[in-house]
């Protein structure tokens, strides 16, 4: 190889082309390429290189190769040139710098000092990088801004106040970092170009650069003059400006290199007329094209799909992938800049039974091993708000050791403790609970109760190093500690050793507290937790590569690639080429002006990668969506001149309307399950409920959902379906009406640990009392619910404005009744394996007589009801105790009132009782000897039912019922 700089032609293989060019250049060594240094600009293309040296070394007759290495070009000056001072990573500089802002606040007094922080930090390594000096003196670098946003008069105030906090933080940055001895990445790098200049004791190729910093320039200059250094280059440099060429181009006269750009085949040569809008019109460029060469060269080569949505374009790139593969093509490229598209075609793939290797990985924020950090903060944080403490004590990075004993113990305090009990959050209220549970279940629940004793001392012992660091402000190295102890003694830093994204967050971490000890600066709690996430962020995770014949890659990423067949899905718009970031300071002219990178260059270098692609491989498919979330999407303008020169030049269009028929099929979709379905039904169901499932104890409740609809009493109590217990942060009406029950209880019968009961005759004269009592009573129970539920101060004030009117309601029940007993739980055989059983909310006598009283806080059956027998639950009482009972009733307490006006008593409700017993006999024989139990659909049980997505009741509401 004569020529240290060379062109690649745009249809090349690079990698195999440089690997063979390398292996020609030092055959006389081989197999000892030791001291040959290859320098790429992504390394993900690294072990392909290796592979590639090998397999054409190995052809040569030499199986094995000692070296090269392939390196960044930051790793490789790293190596050569350790920094003379020491190098602070990007956490420190945060601190460096908002210790400076902080220091000039009353510049910036509306300021955000860490935000401020991060936007500057970008612009400063950048100012560093492109070696863009700013002026000692602000009115010169003030001058110097005003010339370049061409304002002829007096600076307008926001372009005085840039000027300011760029200049003065920009200075006291640099002062800082000189104070303290040290030394940012970026003025490190531009050290060691000037430490290696003109050296040239290895061997260094760089391969597939597009651009370089002035002073990575003048370094490879350097080294070009030296010898011994040879760079080769991906495309062509025949154009300037707004076109593909442009960024080699500029490479080119910047190295003061001359190099022939190599020529194409008929697609290699159309694709450049497509993209030379120097050599004509659009229509005289395709006419000429297409008189050259008659034959449609894009043909076979070139197709587009156009989706309706981007679900459908994640299908459409994920099938044809699975075409290709099925074809035999061993390497696969997906390119694309649309994190949220990839994600998605990952995941369609990966169900097909595709693993893919994915080069852009993602932010370490997102990994699993950072979302039990998150979520323990948020424990924290939260009181130990259930469900982030679950999360945690549920992840597999948590007790590795005895997890089977662990995940016990954590379903114990779901089911036992927050679910059954109802408490939301707070370790003091958890251990309340269990208290509380563990008094009530004395027999049997000790060795529990140890389990979850422990598990909250673990939790609570994890929590300690972090607790008072969530108030006041202290100094950084304090929260990085308390991080790490509080981790390590979760059992979180055991975990994440043994996983790759753990090791990663662990060294985050890591690089947080050297960061924190070498700056103690003062912050607080939100402060630190900034900081902390923009840590996680900022840091990209890369899985190791698997093997796999496909790569998701980015465009930037695919350089030096080569593929079988590639996909370039998101060609629109917004993604190619997109829009310039929001930088926060300078406009494009001023960066121009101050030689910093502007929108323009980076839109060549998209310009340039885009056409690269279209070379990338034999087969290439061009996605894009027309329309996402009800917004049309408009087409890349790249994608938009393919098509319309296309047209102008062989008519016709590019779209592959063999994969769009495809993906209409169903049978085109990945089905992981090859057996047929069950036939489904839209008849109404009618199950038939196994004997030995009947219950053999009746509730009310059960007897009641047998009436009301069959099929719910088969889900419900048949099959013992259930809703998912769920945590009721607010105190819900059901359970304002178990306090209350449980009040009333205390008032007139007693309750352990509550005052009461009350033992003299309610008049006038005692009224009062009465109320003050029934009002301590309530406020005590009411005392636990207010702290865990949030509204039941709302629901206590509720009642306590019934009290009063309770009192008198039972001031005159008194007269002829007096309370016996209070929820007395009976249960009564019907017929043999039939029992009936239930709770009486009270029991009043009258003599000989007794009437049950049932209280309602929510809705009283209507009369009509009750005296039909549809609604069950008034006889079913009296079933329990028929002996002297001439009365049961309803008790409503609510808003309107106290009375008891829905009741059944005397003959009535003998008669009634007696029927109900009776049909409850004779439905319960059917069931034994296999009757049906079919859905009615009744709009009335089918409102608040929770089994309706299992009837489907809309599938089949309406129908007939047939007689089978």
Not at 400 to 414: K, M, P
Not at 576 to 597: H, I, M, S, T
Not at 617 to 634: C, H, K, N, S, Y
Request: glycine fraction near 8%; charged fraction near 30%; proline fraction near 6%.
């Amino acid at each position: 190889m004569d020529a240290p700089v060379r062109l690649l032609p745009w249809a090349a293989d690079p990698l195999a082309d440089a690997a063979g060019l390398i292996l020609a250049q030092y055959r006389a060594r081989l197999p000892d390429l030791g001291d040959v240094t290859l320098l790429v600009p992504d390394t993900q293309c690294a072990p392909a290189l290796r592979r590639t040296l090998l397999q054409q070394a190995d052809a040569l007759g030499f199986p094995a190769l000692l070296g090269p290495a392939v390196r960044h070009l930051d790793d490789y000056l790293a190596d050569r040139h350790p920094p003379p001072r020491p190098l602070l990573d990007r956490a420190a500089q945060e601190l460096v710098l908002v210790e400076a802002v902080r220091e000039a606040r009353s510049l910036y007094p509306a300021a955000d000092p860490w935000l401020l922080a991060d936007q500057l930090l970008d612009l400063f390594e950048e100012l560093t990088r492109s070696t863009v000096g700013i002026d000692a003196r602000l009115q010169d670098f003030c001058a110097r801004l005003q010339d370049a946003y061409g304002i002829g008069d007096e600076a307008p105030a926001p372009l005085g106040r840039e000027a300011r906090i760029v200049h003065s933080l920009w200075h006291a940055w640099r002062r800082q970092l000189d104070d303290d001895g040290c030394l940012d990445a970026a003025s490190a790098h531009l050290q060691r170009l000037r430490d290696d200049r003109g050296r040239g004791d290895d061997e260094l190729w760089l391969l597939g650069f597009t651009r370089f910093t002035a002073a990575e320039v003048d370094w490879l200059r350097g080294r070009l003059a030296a010898g011994r250094t040879r760079v080769l280059l991906h495309g062509s440099a025949r154009g300037r400006g707004y076109h593909p060429d442009a960024p080699l181009t500029e490479l080119l006269e910047a190295l003061q290199a001359t190099v022939e750009s190599p020529s194409g085949d008929d697609f290699s040569r159309a694709l450049d007329q497509v993209f030379d809008r120097d050599a004509g019109s659009l229509p005289e460029r395709a006419a000429r094209c297409a008189a050259s060469c008659p034959a449609d060269p894009f043909a076979g080569r070139l197709t587009l799909f156009a989706a309706d949505g981007q679900e459908q374009e994640a299908q459409a790139v994920e099938l044809q992938v699975r075409r290709w593969l099925l074809d035999g093509q061993a390497r696969v490229g997906i390119v694309t800049g649309d994190r949220r598209l990839a994600r998605r075609v990952r995941a369609l793939l990966e169900r097909a039974g595709i693993s893919l290797e994915d080069a852009g990985g993602w932010a370490l924020s997102t990994t699993s091993a950072a979302a039990v950090l998150e979520r323990w903060l948020e424990a924290l944080e939260e009181d130990f708000a259930c469900g982030p403490l679950l999360d945690v004590l549920k992840s597999p990075f948590i007790a590795a050791g005895d997890r089977d004993r662990h995940l016990a113990r954590v379903r114990r305090l779901e089911q036992d403790v927050i679910l059954h009990e109802n408490v939301a959050r707070g370790l003091d209220r958890y251990r309340r609970a269990l208290q509380a549970r563990s008094e009530r279940l004395p027999e049997g629940f000790a060795a529990g109760r140890r389990e979850l004793e422990t598990l909250l001392n673990q939790v609570d012992h994890a929590a300690e190093p972090l607790r008072g660091l969530l108030s006041g402000r202290h100094p950084a190295p304090r929260y990085t500690r308390a991080l790490n102890d509080s981790l390590s003694q979760l059992g979180a830093v055991a975990g994440w050793a043994d996983d790759a994204a753990g090791r990663a967050l662990l060294a985050e971490l890591e690089t947080l507290d050297e960061a924190a000890r070498r700056r103690p600066l003062d912050m607080a709690w939100a402060e630190f937790r900034s900081w902390l996430g923009r840590t996680l962020e900022r840091h990209n995770f890369r899985p190791r590569g698997t093997s796999s014949p496909v790569q998701l890659l980015t465009p930037a990423q695919s350089r030096l690639q080569r593929f079988d067949a590639l996909v370039l899905a998101g060609c629109t718009q917004a993604q190619l080429p997109g829009a310039p970031a929001d930088g926060g300071y300078f406009n494009q002219a001023v960066r121009a002006e101050l030689g910093l990178d502007t929108w323009r260059r980076e839109l060549q270098l998209r310009l340039h990668d885009f056409r690269r692609l279209l070379e990338a491989a034999p087969r290439l498919l061009l996605t894009r969506t027309r329309e996402q979330d009800g917004e049309t999407l408009a087409p890349s303008p790249w994608l938009a001149l393919l098509e319309t020169f296309h047209r102008n030049a062989w008519g016709g269009d590019l779209h592959d309307r063999n994969l769009a028929a495809l993906l209409a099929r169903a049978d085109s979709r990945v089905c992981i399950d090859t057996r047929p379905l069950p036939a489904t039904t839209q008849r109404q169901p009618r199950p038939v409920l196994a004997a030995g499932r009947l219950p053999e104890r009746w509730s009310a409740s059960a007897h009641q959902r047998l009436v009301d609809c069959p099929y719910r009493f088969f889900a419900a109590d048949g099959l013992a379906l259930k809703p998912l217990d769920e945590i009721r942060e607010a105190l819900q009406k059901n359970d304002y009406g178990n306090l209350v029950h449980r009040i009333l209880e205390a008032f007139h019968c007693g309750v352990g640990g509550l005052p009461g009961p009350w033992s003299e005759p309610l008049d006038g004269t005692t009224r009062q009392a009465a109320i003050e009592l029934l009002e301590d009573i309530s406020r005590r129970v009411f005392a636990r619910a207010q702290q865990e539920n949030f509204l039941a101060r709302g629901w206590l004030r509720q009642w306590l404005e019934q009290v009063p009117a309770y009192i008198d309601w039972q001031s005159g029940r008194q007269r002829d009744w007096q309370v016996e007993a209070c929820e007395l739980q009976l249960e009564r055989e019907l017929a043999p394996g039939l029992r009936l059983k239930g709770r009486l909310d009270r029991l009043d006598r009258q003599g000989a007589d007794r009437a049950i009283v049932d209280y309602k806080t929510g809705r009283v059956p209507d009369q009509a009801d009750v005296d039909s027998g549809e609604a069950v639950q008034l006889p079913s009482y009296a079933l329990l105790r028929p002996e002297a009972t001439q009365r049961v009733e309803y008790l409503r307490l609510d808003r309107k009132g106290v009375d008891n006006k829905v009741a059944l008593e005397g003959e009535a409700l003998q008669r009634l009782q007696d029927q109900v017993a009776d049909r409850l006999r004779t439905l319960v024989a059917g069931l034994s000897e296999g009757a049906a139990l079919p859905a009615w659909g009744d709009d009335d049980t089918c409102a608040w039912c929770e089994f309706s997505g299992l009837c489907r009741r809309n599938a089949w509401h309406g129908e007939v019922p047939g007689d089978d």
